[in-house]
Antibody, heavy 120, light 106 residues
């Protein structure tokens, strides 16, 4: 069945960098857009960004633009989120999630999330 | 950016109640509106896509409607396992989530 599993979370100091990874299985990874969504403690869902099925384009939320970069390796079925210049308000559970073939499709499978804590 | 306003943010209901949650987009999004359910400590789960398409395995007591700017999620007869937080999401232009509606037991 479809599985996505995040890794790489942890505690990081403000201003530092962290890279999250997501391993996908159970579907043809190269056929689907992939998203990152985050959820701060006790808060709602915040869409972080998306990358097209072939990696040709990606989009990120204004709140992380210029600091976060999404990439994918279709040969390894992996998705990455490079997070630079981290701030305290980036503290959240980060979910890797499978979209559809097109950007406008719903997010139909989610990982269990990885916690990123930005703290000095 | 297209913003999503979800209401109410909290509702208290009893088993068997009919529950309606609304989501309003700041501009028209056709039917690019999805609904998710999230239980504490768990990842969200897609319930309804494209405003009204029920996902496989989701009970038929859940339904969605709307187009343009106004959308609703209805639970026809609330069950104990439905107590959770519900989020709408627009996928018309990049993506934004509504603020969520927490459904609690009265």
């Amino acid at each position: 069945q479809v599985q996505v599993e995040e890794s790489g979370g942890g505690v990081v100091q403000p201003g530092r960098s962290l890279r999250l990874s997501c391993a996908a299985s159970g579907f043809t990874f190269s056929n689907y857009a992939m998203h990152w969504v985050r959820q701060a403690p006790g808060k709602g869902l915040e869409w972080v960004g998306v990358i097209l099925y072939d990696g040709s384009n990606n989009y990120v939320a204004d709140s992380v633009k210029g600091r976060f970069t999404i990439s994918r390796d279709n040969s390894k079925n992996t998705l990455s989120l490079q997070m630079n210049s981290l701030r305290k308000d980036d503290t959240a559970v980060y979910y890797c999630a499978k979209g559809g073939r097109w950007l406008q499709s719903a997010i139909d499978n989610w990982g269990q999330g990885t916690l990123v804590t930005v703290s000095s | 950016d297209i913003q999503m306003t979800q209401s109410p943010s909290f509702l208290s209901a009893s088993v068997g109640d009919r529950v309606t949650i609304t989501c309003r987009a700041s501009e028209g999004i056709s039917t690019y509106l999805n609904w998710y359910q999230q239980k504490p400590g768990k990842a969200p789960k897609l319930l309804i896509s494209a405003a009204s398409t029920l996902q496989s395995g989701v009970p038929s007591r859940f339904s969605g409607s709307g187009s343009g700017t106004d959308f609703t999620l209805t639970i026809s007869s609330l069950q104990p396992e439905d107590f959770a937080t519900y989020f709408c999401q627009q996928s018309y232009s990049i993506s934004f989530f509504g603020g969520g509606t927490k459904v609690e037991i009265k």
